[in-house]
């Protein structure tokens, strides 16, 4: 007989271990299919262009930094494109005509109030979607073309509550409320006469439009040009982070997932293995050799494999889009940003979770395949009474370094290095606790006995199957054990952070109100909020993000942080960085304060100098002058307020931090203010964070649903390989009930030991965190959260061994003797 065909009359044979190996393959596949689908979404989807939809090409300046070594990063704001490039353009052969555009948020104000619109240049409705309906186009800087209202009429339009004055001289059909200015008019509304956002070009009848956005490039340098869907990226600027969002989320996730899906199919086949031990030592007496086992298991493998990853597949796509609709109505993607279902994920999910699966299958068989035949025969029957050495060194090696990377580097390491050390403890003291698993087990049985769970004798005889079968229920036990702690450190890094943020931002905010409008607001109302009476200080407040290049570990690395700019006069009224070194009064030029971590992870100190790229890729190298220790509520780094301004998409503040109250006189004259006091404002940065840590808590409870899923897989595997034992029991005079009592002792067992172990190979990364994002070793564990992990491993562990147990007692005690192993 072939070994092709005795694998699967060993698969018929044996369904309830391959079924338990088929679901965790299956499950694998599905989540390794939806990261695949998360990364090719991030390189290759979009949104179909909207205004932009009649241009061939459209060409703006680079968006992106290319990093020697690392994937480009993108600028967080615009990158404006000077208007003079539409001329170069214009003459490249197969142009027919060039449109350089403009887009501003602005408001119309009316009786009600203001209402929002966009402001474009005129020579925009070239592209289309727009109809003159009455009047003519704008002609001077008075002048405005308005989709509402009548000809002759004078419209009041502001931007960043600035008002202006103009004269309505046209009517349009369009399809978002918008408003038309002469092309030029249009750039000083958006604060730079000389730049736009993009040039959007119509080709000549019969030129291809790739061919034409190469000769672009090539004639024009400097500027990066896009066709088909990518002309959206151009349109909207959230396309691009979005791409980038997928693209990290997919690796960050994807990596972890991967780990995660081999320690489960490694766990579930190797049990399998183990439970297999009779069959394959007799396989050997009968002059099977060790690669004819190898061969065995690595068909056996392949064919279930192969059938459980092609079905996990299917799953996988709408665990894809289910992520798609979370993304979405938590901001991280922009409305109709849809996901590329291609072949590629799929197939490599397909082939990835094969290849594991075969490979976990031969480490698993390893020993089975080259132990000798007398041994493997009493092996059957007794597991070996102790592990291998080198397992033991491994693990312990594990366990101490997994400490180390989790407790002592956070204490060395300042920044994200240390971060990064203690976030990544977590899974190294997972693997050890796998291969220490038997041991510990018996430890925590002994340690049960002790407190009186061993004093009853289906206590005893729980106890003495744990010694006896370690092997086994340490395979079992280790997803469980994986998952409390991963579910611990996922949840409560998140609550550390979040309680330390918003301890920062209740304690720094000092102003007594803050003032904010829709789009934004111009430099002008900071300075009219700060000559009103009753205004002690009033601080503008700019938000944006930085990419920082330093060093890592001996390597050059450039990464984005959360910055703000502010004026130093009057800062100290409204805000409190707690400030650990230099002063914030030195805030001008090129000067900047940075976080503690920031500090650390960039090896610099007060009079130490920072090189960045600004919001729109502008360099910028600062001298640190003060360094403060509230970078989570605030951002990691504060640059002066006329540093970062100019160099954002709008050019407008985010808000106003005011010491005192503005007169009445102020909000008459600019409406578009709202007024917030300093909880309202601290609740919505809250919940604006919020939404991210929601995102990442979908993400964990993904890979905690298919840890969950594994403990069960396993356990029911384990529970039901049992049915021979369980009759023995009751020949020799067990009753039903006191077998089912032994197994609920033998789930105590587990239970207690995958939280203890669980929360100690978490407790490493958790404090490790918490010194590198706080400075105390104290992380944020509320306790009914805890609580409800430790009750869902309760859940998981008695319910997947008392339910197998209740269905392997059906058959009558001599009829289940018969069963094989």
């Not at 989807?45 to 480009?72: C, L």
């Not at 459980?308 to 938590?330: E, K, M, N, Q």
């Not at 340490?474 to 301890?503: D, K, N, W, Y």
């Not at 002792?745 to 995958?754: D, H, K, L, P």
């Amino acid at each position: 007989m072939s070994l092709f065909a005795l694998a699967r009359q060993t698969i018929r044979a044996r369904r309830t271990a391959f079924a338990a190996a088929f679901v965790a393959v299956f499950a694998g596949s599905a989540l390794i299919t939806a990261s695949g689908i998360l990364l090719d979404s991030g390189l290759r989807s979009g949104i179909p262009p909207q205004r932009y939809a009649a241009a061939a090409v459209v060409v703006t300046a680079e968006q992106t930094m290319s990093v020697a070594g690392e994937p480009a990063q993108r600028f967080a704001e615009r990158v404006p494109l000077p208007v003079a490039r539409a001329a170069d353009i214009a003459r490249v052969p197969g142009v027919a005509a060039v449109v350089p555009d403009v887009s501003v948020r602005a408001g119309l104000r009316g009786t009600a109030g203001s209402a929002p619109l966009v402001a474009h240049g005129w020579s925009s409705t070239r592209l289309g979607a727009v109809t003159l309906t009455g009047g003519r186009p704008p002609q001077g800087p008075g002048e405005v073309v308005l989709d509402a209202g009548r000809v002759g009429d004078v419209a009041v339009v502001t931007v960043g509550g600035i008002a202006a004055s103009y004269q309505v001289v046209g009517t349009v059909v369009a399809g978002a409320a918008s408003a038309f200015f002469t092309d030029e008019q249009a750039r000083v509304l958006a604060g730079r006469p000389d730049v736009v956002d993009a040039v959007a070009v119509l080709a000549a009848p019969g030129a291809d439009e790739a061919d034409l956005a190469r000769r672009i490039g090539e004639a024009v340098p400097g500027v990066a040009t896009a066709t088909g869907d990518d002309r959206a990226a151009a349109e909207f600027l959230d396309v691009g982070a979005a791409r980038s969002f997928l693209t990290i989320i997919a690796a960050s996730f994807g990596g972890a997932m991967l780990m995660v899906v081999l320690l489960v199919v490694a766990s579930t086949l190797g049990l399998a293995v183990q439970q297999r031990r009779r069959e394959f030592a007799l396989l050997r007496a009968i002059a099977a050799g060790p690669g004819h086992i190898h061969r065995l298991i690595a068909i056996e493998t392949a064919l279930v494999s192969t059938a459980a990853a092609v079905l996990g597949a299917g799953p996988g796509v709408g665990l894809s889009l289910l992520l798609h609709d979370v993304f979405v109505r938590y901001g991280s993607l922009p409305a109709g940003f849809g996901f590329v279902i291609g072949p590629l994920p799929i197939a490599a999910a397909v082939v990835g979770s094969v290849l594991a699966a075969v490979a976990a299958g031969l480490v698993a068989g390893r020993r089975a395949a080259r132990i000798s035949p007398v041994d493997a025969l009493g092996e059957a029957a007794v597991e070996p009474p102790r592990l291998g050495r080198g397992r033991v060194l491994t693990g312990w090696g594990l366990a101490i370094a997994g400490t180390v990377l989790g407790i002592a580097l956070p204490l060395t390491l300042a920044g994200t290095a240390g971060a990064a050390a203690a976030a990544s403890s977590a899974m190294v003291l997972v693997v050890a606790v796998a291969l220490l698993g038997p041991r510990l087990l018996t430890a925590t049985a002994a340690v049960l006995g002790k407190l009186g769970l061993g004093r009853p004798a289906a206590g005893f005889l729980a106890g003495a199957n744990t010694r006896a079968r370690s092997r086994k229920l340490g395979a079992a036990t280790t997803p469980l054990i994986m998952g409390v702690a991963l579910a611990a450190v996922q949840i409560f890094t998140a609550t550390t952070t979040a309680a330390a943020a918003q301890r920062q931002t209740e304690t720094g905010l000092r102003a007594d109100q803050v003032l904010v409008a829709d789009g934004g607001l111009a430099p002008a109302v900071a300075d009219a909020v700060r000559r009103s009476p009753g205004v002690t200080a009033a601080v503008p407040v700019v938000r944006t993000q930085v990419l920082v290049t330093h060093r890592m570990f001996g390597e050059s690395t450039t990464e984005p942080y959360a910055a703000q700019g502010v004026t130093p006069g009057g800062l100290g009224h409204v805000l409190d960085l707690d400030i650990r070194a230099g002063s914030l009064d030195g805030l001008t030029g090129d000067t900047v304060a940075v976080s503690e971590s920031a500090a650390g992870t960039f090896g610099v100190d007060l009079g130490g100098t920072v090189a960045m790229r600004l919001g729109d890729g502008t360099p910028y190298t600062a001298r640190v002058v003060a360094i403060y220790g509230s970078g989570l509520g605030f951002g990691d780094l504060t640059l002066p307020h006329d540093a970062v301004a100019g160099h954002t998409t709008t050019g407008l503040d985010d808000e106003i931090l005011v010491s005192g109250a503005p007169g009445a006189e102020v909000l008459r004259a600019y409406p578009e203010l709202r007024v917030t006091d300093r909880k309202a404002f601290v609740a919505a940065r809250n919940d604006a964070a919020g939404a991210q840590s929601a995102v990442n808590l979908v993400l964990n409870l993904v890979l905690i649903a298919f840890i969950a899923i594994a403990v069960v897989n396993i356990l029911v595997l384990a529970t039901a390989a049992r049915i021979r034992e369980f009759a023995l029991l009751r020949l020799i005079g067990a009753k039903p009930r006191q077998v089912r009592a032994m197994t609920r002792r033998e789930a105590v067992i587990v239970v207690v030991a995958a939280v203890v172990l669980g929360s100690l190979a978490a407790l490493p990364p958790l404090v490790g965190l918490s010194l590198s994002l706080t400075g105390t070793a104290l992380p944020a564990v509320p306790p009914g959260i805890y609580l409800g992990i430790v009750a869902a491993a309760a859940l998981v562990g008695w319910g997947a061994i008392a339910i197998p147990t209740r269905f392997a007692l059906r058959p009558a005690a001599v009829a289940a003797m018969r069963v094989g192993d």
